[in-house]
């Protein structure tokens, strides 16, 4: 396993001083897109921030240490420990920053009423001022900002704030709840609902088109969610 390691931050490396180029490999004709490759560990998908360039994937270095289990950190110089858990940060650094707190009572029903309060704003057909621009693009769970992703996260901000993200594959049924975001892929590309409601068979959404319009109150049934490919939840409930 450490030889495996080994490797991956040899190529970590090597990509991150790819990436840190910046406008001079824009400049010399690499060009960075989002990846939409799926990365597996010891056989269980992880959700990865990856680009492609040059027809390689590269990921942040925390992103792979986190996943696999090996300590990152930056002190001056990039520092790996291999044989320590992940945790970010130096030895002896004191995290002066609390952990993010709601602003409200994470109950389902007030989590709805914000929802629904959007529509007020947002009327069906209304465009929701794409594209959604986070504070911090590469934390996010989707890279583009913009039509059904853009409104997905836009919504989601509303109700949890800063809150971190969390990602299930196919999720249980009983796990869903109000606010959370549901995924999948049909025929190559994505789509990704707003969760109002949930019913014994079906939910409730609210979600936006490439038109970057918004749309309330579609339905989609459980048994179709559970068909679909990559169907994951991203949720934002503090465990």
């Known amino acids: 396993m450490k030889q495996k390691i080994l490797f991956l931050l040899t190529g ?16 010399n004709g690499v060009a960075a897109v989002p990846s939409n490759q799926t990365f597996y ?23 792979v240490g986190q996943a ?4 990152v950190y930056w002190d001056g110089a990039v520092q790996i420990e291999r044989d320590k858990p992940y945790t970010g940060t130096a030895p002896g650094t004191q995290l002066t920053v609390p952990p993010p707190q709601p602003s409200i009572d994470l109950t389902e029903e007030n989590i709805q009423a914000i929802l629904w309060g959007l529509m007020e704003t947002y009327p069906t057909n209304a465009p929701y001022g ?29 109700v949890f704030g800063d809150l971190p993200w969390r990602r299930v594959m196919n999720p249980h049924w009983e796990d869903i709840r109000a606010g959370d975001l549901l995924d999948w892929r049909t025929d190559g590309t994505g789509h990704v609902v707003v ?5 014994d068979d079906h939910v409730v959404i609210t979600e936006s088109g490439r038109n970057n319009k918004v749309r309330w109150a579609g339905q989609y049934p459980r048994w179709w969610l559970e068909s679909q490919a990559e169907y994951s939840l991203r949720t934002r409930y503090p465990q």
């Open 41 to 63: 560990i010891d056989g269980r998908q992880v959700s990865v921030t990856a680009y492609l360039i040059g027809g390689s994937n590269y990921l942040k270095l925390r992103d």
């Open 68 to 71: 696999v289990g090996f300590n």
């Open 12 to 27: 970590m490396a090597l990509g991150m001083a790819l990436v840190s180029a910046g406008p001079a490999a824009a400049s």
């Open 130 to 158: 794409a594209p959604y621009v986070p504070n911090n693009p590469l934390y996010r769970p989707y890279s583009n900002c913009d039509a059904c992703a853009g409104w997905a996260m836009k919504c989601s901000d509303a």
């Open 195 to 199: 969760v109002i409601e949930k019913n």
